[in-house]
């Protein structure tokens, strides 16, 4: 494997449910973060994590809940989601933080809430 | 508040040049990224620009205007492959990217 991946590629999942979304990035990186990304809208940063730290949780309901055991994997736990979390779900890793750096995003997860 | 635009959608033919054009308005700045995603893949990296002026990879190049909180980027000998979204970033002063919406080019034979 290389680069950033992610598993599950799509979801379906009712309002009840609990899932995990995973990434992993074999790139030596040391942040890495989680984005939503919906139809015609910007991407939007949820959190970031560096050497396995969360530095940003940019106001996410709680029933997004992310969890970084080592810096080379990222989960997202989802559980009493909405319809309107409906998105696709990225995960994205760099070097550091440092401004120079750019981003190696993963597929994706296709979420669709019932 | 921070905001970035960008066109909607633009649509070019195939070899002609095509601009796409992003202004920012952020608190502070640490930089301007491009990058390019394909129809349920994920967005790769096209260019940085931290100081004013062009910058030319290949078929793609990339300019910065901090003054004018303006960017650029210019795609030459278009290909049908380069129909995709173009997504316009700016890092503020607090490290975080700031995300356009992004622009879907369309690229007719």
């Known amino acids: 494997e290389t680069g950033v991946t992610q598993t599950p590629r799509h979801l379906v999942m009712g309002m009840t449910n609990k899932k995990s979304l995973k990434c992993e990035q074999h790139?030596?990186?040391?942040?890495m973060y989680w984005y939503k990304q919906s139809a015609k809208k910007p991407l939007e940063l949820m959190f970031v994590?560096?050497?396995?730290?969360?530095?940003e949780n940019n106001s996410v309901p709680s029933r997004f809940s992310p969890e970084c055991p080592n810096s080379s994997h990222l989960f997202l736990h989802l559980h009493t989601l909405q319809p309107e979390d409906s998105a696709l779900y990225l995960c994205?890793?760099?070097?550091?933080?440092?401004?120079?750096?750019?981003?190696?995003f993963g597929p994706g997860t296709r979420l669709t809430v019932t | 508040g921070q905001n970035i635009d960008q066109p909607t959608e633009m649509t070019a033919t195939e070899g002609a040049i095509v601009q796409i054009n992003c202004t920012y308005q952020?608190?502070?700045?640490?930089?301007l990224f491009w990058y390019q995603q394909h129809a349920g893949e994920a967005p790769t990296f096209l260019s940085y620009?931290?100081l004013d002026g062009l910058e030319e990879k290949g078929r793609f190049s990339s300019f910065l205007s901090r003054s004018k909180g303006y960017s650029y980027l210019l795609l030459k000998e278009l290909q049908m492959k380069d129909s995709a979204s173009y997504l316009c970033?700016?890092?503020?002063?607090?490290?975080?990217?700031?995300w356009g919406a992004g622009t879907k080019l369309i690229i007719k034979p």
């Open positions: 970033a700016v890092r503020d002063s607090n490290y975080q990217l700031i």
């Open positions: 952020t608190s502070g700045f640490n930089g």
């Open positions: 620009n931290v």
């Open positions: 994205a890793s760099s070097q550091d933080l440092e401004a120079t750096y750019e981003q190696y």
């Open positions: 994590y560096n050497f396995k730290e969360q530095t």
């Open positions: 790139l030596g990186h040391n942040a």
